[in-house]
């Protein structure tokens, strides 16, 4: 198969395993391509992209901006507070408008869960869901997957825990979808506060003992709390969170094993993560964000194979 069986990226839960696959095998060679002296090619020569960021984003919205240009898509950036939504403008008519300049695909993120499958049902462009409220994150899920394949040579049967405040969380929705599509087995740990009602239905372990969690890992990601999405307190004090739940060194030197660390950023050093942890071999942050770029151009590449032009 060399084609996407969706028109979009929405999430992670409407691809099929082997869409997975090709993403990743078109991402190992564009990989190569940002790792040569000249890390561009002509492949999107005639897209042009447009990015609408309606929430902040430092990684994301860089890594696609720099994926596109790798490819030589021409690209126009929208951030939501400089724009004319303030003055009352609804997102199909936002949208229709940069379609109406001959913009090819979207990439969006948006507070809202949904806003994106919204839009890919309303306007006739290309949409890839760069992050929808706690709804998904499917670009980070397979940077993210794709990072652990890289370490350790397959992500099936790898045992992978997912750390922290998973109800609010996107990036855990995606992850869990994908690990389980790839055949790894996930776990899910924090404050049963912060673990939705649901999260057995999804087949996932749930623990709540952050030592016994990574006793059974191959592999740690840590989350962030998502402050901004908190509408109550779900725990004591942030100290507290961090004394049960933030990994620190001496919880590494106490297993049998080593273990790889992973965190999708931004981090919040001393609270979920030590800093000599984020720091340390065993942490592969700053490889998933390389590895975000080459995804990317890998998504991109495909989705725009699919474009059908007027004759
Ligand atoms: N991981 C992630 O989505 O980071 P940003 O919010 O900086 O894009």
Redesign the pocket.
């Given at each position: 198969m060399s084609k996407l069986s969706v028109e979009h990226l929405i999430g992670i839960k409407s691809l099929k395993e082997s869409d997975i696959q090709l993403i990743f095998e078109t991402a190992d060679n564009f990989k190569q391509v940002i790792n040569r002296p000249i890390k561009k090619v002509p492949t999107l020569r005639d897209i042009t992209i447009a990015n609408l960021f309606f929430?902040?984003?430092?990684?994301?919205?860089l890594?696609f901006e720099l994926a596109e240009k790798r490819l030589s898509a021409d690209v126009i950036n929208f951030a939501a507070s400089s724009s004319s939504v303030s003055k009352g403008e609804t997102l199909v008519d936002t949208v229709n408008n940069i379609l109406a300049m001959k913009v090819d695909m979207v990439v969006m993120?948006h507070p809202n869960p949904g806003a994106s499958v919204f839009l890919s049902q309303r306007v006739n462009s290309k949409i890839i869901n760069?992050?929808d409220g706690a709804h998904e994150?499917p670009t980070?899920a397979l940077l993210d997957a794709y990072s652990i394949r890289e370490k350790l040579n397959d992500v099936n049967g790898k045992k992978v825990v997912i750390v922290g405040d998973i109800l609010h969380s996107r990036?855990a929705m995606s992850n869990i979808f994908c690990l389980q599509k790839l055949g790894a087995e996930v776990m899910v740990c924090g404050p049963q506060t912060l673990l939705p009602k649901y999260i057995k239905e999804m087949g996932v372990k749930v623990e709540t003992n952050l030592k016994k969690a990574l006793q059974w890992c191959d592999v740690a990601n840590m989350l962030r709390i998502q402050m901004e999405r908190l509408d109550i307190s779900y725990f004591p004090s942030l100290r507290e969170y961090t004394m049960q739940f933030g990994l620190t060194s001496k919880m590494l030197d106490e297993l049998d094993k080593p273990i790889t660390i992973m965190h999708?950023?931004?981090i919040n050093r001393g609270v979920e993560i030590s800093s000599s942890i984020a720091d340390s071999e065993q942490a592969i942050i700053l490889d998933q964000v390389e590895n975000g770029v080459a995804v990317r151009m890998a998504i991109l590449y495909l989705l725009a194979q699919k474009i059908v032009r007027p004759q």
């Open positions: 929430e902040n984003s430092t990684r994301t919205k890594s993120r760069a992050g994150h980070q990036v999708p950023g931004p």
